[in-house]
């Protein structure tokens, strides 16, 4: 297989660009995911790919639970400030102000929509694990559009 033609094509795929909330005993914690979809409407279920050995992916592994905030178009900045160490005051990570609610994961003030899901199912393969999540609580804090990850500028997949 030509290495360039298959990153080509597989950067074909249409992704945006969301915040993960994680938590375990040792606290909470948020990364820039992209690699999610839905993969059943009854009972609701997201796939969701965490990079093994991080922080993040330890913590799904440990509390089996996990937020995603679905971002706005234009908030390139919080996007940045989650691909770097950042500090945790209160209720604010990265300076971004959060709650919690059922599964005690980090829920973004500033974004459009959210939900929470616990983990049913998991494949532990490749330099990803996947985790297959129900959603147990959803949100909606406003409308608006969607971030792409083109927007951005990032471009993942190959």
Partial sequence: MDAKLKKSALRGITYGLYLVGTKDESGLNAFVGNFL????????????????????????????????????????????????????????????????????CPIFKEALRYFECKVVDKIEKGDHFIYIGEVINAGVNREGEPLPMKETGFYYGG
């Fill in 37 to 104: 979809t839905q993969t059943s409407f009854e009972p609701p279920l997201v796939a969701l790919a965490a990079k093994v050995g991080t922080r993040s992916q330890q913590q799904i592994a440990s509390s089996g639970v996990f937020s995603v905030n679905v971002l706005e178009s234009g908030q390139k900045d919080m996007v940045m400030a989650f691909f770097k160490s950042f500090e945790t005051e209160d209720n604010k990570m990265a300076g971004f102000e959060f709650s919690t609610e059922e599964t005690g």
